[in-house]
């Protein structure tokens, strides 16, 4: 780069990082938030999807500074230089990255304290509506039809709602947890290729790059719902994997 590039990367750097600084921000205020909510709610998750929408926006509105500034001053001032463009989409990978760790980390949080209260809630006993007698509970998030030992009365027995949450929500949030971290490193990987590109005139993505993405989007992929399976006790869903493969590919490719 020239050195008015270079005085144009420093100053553009130096923006990106406070951005990023913000985002830092904005995480550290709503953690504590987060966790207010979630004490004063417990195992209702509307209070906290709203809380997070709110917080999405104002994420928003920090990328959408990033593109304004960029598209105004910042992205002239590097000429036919592609750093710049590089510096922006790096800088902006590690923002989303860092907002969805923070997202899925207060989700699987409230998740995991929903199972563990609801096992608690199972050590009660339900009473038989023939007899009285007590009936154990099962560890399910739907209402289960439960013959007495005692009467033979059928019982509907409907679980905790801490436990119903964790079945009907929270497996989805810790098995998204579980791979985030292969998720993210395959979308660096993308990154990197995508930049290769650029600085190759576009030119078609070396069939050894794409393998190694769709192999890592596979395991990610994988990991995920492997981790849905073992959490809800059934057999993996490959179906959802090979969908989710296939509009991957369709998309990035």
């Known amino acids: 780069m020239t050195p008015e590039q270079q005085a144009a990367a420093d100053r553009w750097q130096a923006f990106l990082d406070k951005i990023e ?25 509307l209070p906290i999807l709203n809380a997070l929408s ?4 104002r994420v928003r509105q920090l990328l ?31 923002f989303n990255h860092r907002w969805q760790k923070a ?7 409230i998740a995991r304290a929903a199972h563990q209260d609801g096992l608690k809630e199972l050590e009660e006993p339900v009473d038989c509506s023939g007899c009285g007698a007590p009936i154990p509970r099962q560890v399910t998030g739907s209402t289960i039809s439960i013959t007495c030992e005692y009467c033979n009365a059928v019982n509907q027995v409907a679980p905790p709602a801490a436990l119903r ?12 947890e579980a791979a985030l971290e292969m998720r993210h490193e395959t979308e660096r990987l993308r990154l990197r290729i995508e930049t290769w590109q650029r600085a190759n005139s576009w030119a ?33 869903n490959q179906d959802w994997v090979e969908s989710r493969m296939k509009l991957s590919v369709a998309h990035e490719f």
């Open 21 to 45: 600084e913000r985002l830092e921000a904005i995480v550290a205020e709503a953690d504590a938030g987060i966790k207010g909510i979630a004490a004063a709610h417990p195992h209702e998750i």
């Open 54 to 57: 709110g917080l999405d926006h």
């Open 64 to 94: 959408k500074r990033i593109e304004e500034v960029w598209d105004g001053k910042a992205g002239r001032a590097f000429g036919g230089s592609n750093r710049g463009i590089e510096m922006k989409e790096e800088s902006t990978l590690r």
């Open 103 to 109: 997202r899925t980390t207060w989700l699987a949080d």
């Open 165 to 176: 949450n964790f079945f009907h929500y929270g497996v989805d949030h810790l098995a998204e």
């Open 204 to 236: 078609p993505v070396p069939s050894d790059h794409r393998q190694k993405w769709e192999a890592m989007q596979r395991a990610h992929l994988q990991r995920q719902a492997n981790e849905k399976a073992r959490l809800l006790g059934r057999p993996v």
